[in-house]
T-cell receptor, first 115, second 115 residues
Framework: AQTVTQSQPEMSVQEAETVTLSCTYD???????LFWYKQPPSRQMILVIR????KQQNATENRFSVNFQKAAKSFSLKISDSQLGDAAMYFC????????????WGAGTKLIIKP | EPEVTQTPSHQVTQMGQEVILRCVPI?????FYWYRQILGQKVEFLVS????????KSEIFDDQFSVERPDGSNFTLKIRSTKLEDSAMYFC?????????????FGEGSRLTVL
């Protein structure tokens, strides 16, 4: 069975600086997808960024980028120029290429932005 | 911006009682999901629903659980006889497409407390 591990329960960063959130996963599949979701306090989870395993190029979305290391099964999220609005729980999630529905989630990392 | 809405935001019930959690997905979405998160644990997939039937369900989604889309707008999760271990945050999500192209949009969650 696939698992997703986020080893950092909490991270803090100074506003305007860069922070990297770690995610590792375990799978025997070659076709899969990886996601980072953000959940601000008392708000819904929203998709931050996604990566297809077959793509070598790391996904980027404005200030958010990933470092996808397929061989190492690592999928870290880098947030550049951190803003106060980035404060949230960040969840890493995995989806099998065979499953169109089921996301497997990490435990989450709470990101604190220091003004 | 369209949102997934969930009611109630918090429900307290006695063990053995039936509970219905309601969700209004985004209006043009076709795929619907329920996830749950027990306090301190990872988010877990429960079920997905398309074309008025269950597409995929997890081992958690046993005979005590059911879903339906009774009126074309609401998507409900029913727990027939609640147990203490059903206490969790329940998240509804919807997507317009299946698979990777179907970004999941989540509601804010319904917190269920079983006493």
């Amino acid at each position: 069975a696939q698992t997703v591990t986020q080893s950092q329960p909490e991270m803090s960063v100074q506003e305007a600086e860069t922070v990297t959130l770690s995610c590792t996963y375990d799978t025997s599949e070659s076709d899969y997808y990886l996601f980072w979701y953000k959940q601000p306090p008392s708000r819904q989870m929203i998709l931050v960024i996604r990566q297809e395993a077959y793509k070598q190029q790391n996904a980027t979305e404005n200030r958010f980028s990933v470092n996808f290391q397929k061989a190492a099964k690592s999928f870290s999220l880098k947030i550049s120029d951190s803003q106060l609005g980035d404060a949230a729980m960040y969840f890493c999630a995995y989806r099998s290429g065979d499953s169109n529905y089921q996301l497997i989630w990490g435990a989450g990392t709470k990101l604190i932005i220091k003004p | 911006e369209p949102e997934v809405t969930q009611t109630p935001s918090h429900q307290v019930t006695q063990m053995g009682q039936e509970v219905i959690l309601r969700c209004v997905p985004i209006s043009n979405h076709l795929y619907f999901y329920w996830y749950r998160q027990i306090l301190g644990q990872k988010v877990e997939f429960l079920v997905s629903f398309y074309n008025n039937e269950i597409s995929e369900k997890s081992e958690i989604f046993d005979d005590q659980f059911s879903v339906e889309r009774p009126d074309g707008s609401n998507f409900t999760l029913k727990i027939r006889s609640t147990k203490l271990e059903d206490s969790a945050m329940y998240f509804c999500a919807s997507s317009i497409h299946r698979g990777l192209t179907g970004e999941l949009f989540f509601g804010e969650g319904s917190r269920l407390t079983v006493l």
